[in-house]
């Protein structure tokens, strides 16, 4: 059971938009720690979609962007398109754990 | 643009050893920490732990008895060594460049900005 909850798949259409949860507890989001998230698509390299809750690295375009409300973050992804089928996991720090990088459990994204 | 590759053997037997080495180009490991994290068949991500460029290490508790991260600066380097290996730790294993949070002078965690493309290794006898 990992530390952080997401949902197991979600789907949209094409130019829709979707939205993955990540939920938290008062020792690692909730706490204040900053949310990350990456996309895993298969046989590629993991990427970083964004960091510090709402911060899109160099080359990751606008369609993605993230938030942070108390122990929960969202990623959010409109104008769905076929590559962005992937798996999808949000990380956050735990400070009830010695400290540990945590991860949530993976969501995957299915564009129908 | 800064690139991580991961190279060790894809077979280890049981009880054993798994060592894996990261190749940092691009950047140093001098600069930065170097984290590892894995994936088991069907299953989510696994931090494993990190060694920051000062040489201090942090470990994920349900495997810092077996584990042991080292970097070699001569070699821009790092690597992971897993102790007593069960079939349980069959999964891939990703290098990644890590980096902490800082915002106005409060530490907010660790992500990983670049992985590396990843190194199966299978637990068999």
């Known amino acids: 059971q990992s530390a952080l909850t997401q949902p197991p798949s979600v789907s949209g259409a094409p130019g829709q938009k979707v939205t993955i949860s990540c939920t938290g507890t008062t020792s690692n989001i909730g706490a204040g720690y900053d949310v990350h998230w990456y996309q895993l698509l298969p046989g590629a390299t993991p990427k970083l979609l964004i960091f510090g809750n709402n911060n899109r690295p160099s080359g990751v375009p606008d369609r993605f962007s993230g938030s942070k409300s108390g122990a929960s973050a969202s990623l959010a992804i409109t104008g769905l398109q076929a590559e962005d089928e992937a798996d999808y996991y949000c990380q956050s720090y735990d400070n009830s754990l010695s400290g540990s990088m945590i991860f949530g459990g993976g969501t995957t994204l299915t564009v129908l | 643009q800064v690139q991580l590759q991961e190279s060790g053997p894809g077979l280890v037997k049981p009880s054993e050893t798994l060592s894996l080495t990261c190749t940092v180009s691009?950047?140093?490991?001098?600069?930065?920490?170097c984290g590892w994290i894995r994936q088991s068949p069907g299953k989510g991500l696994e931090w494993i732990g990190y060694i920051y460029n000062t040489g201090s290490t942090n470990y994920n508790p349900s495997l810092e008895s077996r584990v042991t991260m080292s970097v070699d600066r001569s070699k821009n380097q790092c690597s992971l060594n897993l102790r007593s290996v069960t079939a349980a730790d069959t999964a891939v294993y990703y290098c990644a460049r890590g980096l902490d949070r800082v915002v106005v002078n409060k530490w907010k965690g660790h992500y990983c900005d670049y992985w590396g493309q990843g190194n199966l290794v299978t637990v068999s006898s």
């Open positions: 691009g950047g140093s490991v001098s600069t930065y920490s």
